[in-house]
Nanobody, 123 residues
């Protein structure tokens, strides 16, 4: 199983970025997927998740109203549209996937992880 995250970069505060995560080696259309982030010296934080059909989404409190998660099962991909970015959004962003009846917001429930993509927001 591979999850390839991309789309990170340097952006000014208030700007936008779209992260992508391309999956292979698993039945993506039956996999719940999520995004987590981790900044240097901080614990991993839940960002957003979407159920396998896309009918259910969940967001961390710090990103609600600014980030949107969506998926395209035909492309085996999940996306994170980030808007109104803040310096505190600076972190490595990781996509993850799991199957079955597991929690969307708990990192420990995810079976597969990508390598991460770095997002840096300058003030």
């Amino acid at each position: 199983v591979q999850l390839q995250a991309s789309g990170g970069g340097l952006v000014q505060a208030g700007g936008s970025l779209r992260l992508s995560c391309a999956a292979s080696g698993l039945t993506f259309s039956s996999s719940n997927t999520g995004w987590f982030r981790q900044a240097p010296g901080k614990e991993r934080e839940f960002v957003a998740a979407i159920s396998w059909r896309g009918g259910s989404t969940s967001y961390g409190d710090s990103v609600k109203g600014r980030f949107t998660i969506f998926r395209d099962n035909a492309k085996n991909s999940v996306y994170l549209q980030m808007s109104s970015l803040k310096p505190e959004d600076t972190a490595g962003y990781y996509c993850a996937a799991h199957q079955g009846w597991k929690r969307l917001t708990e990192a420990g429930d995810y079976d597969y992880w990508g390598q991460g993509t770095l997002v840096t927001v300058s003030s």
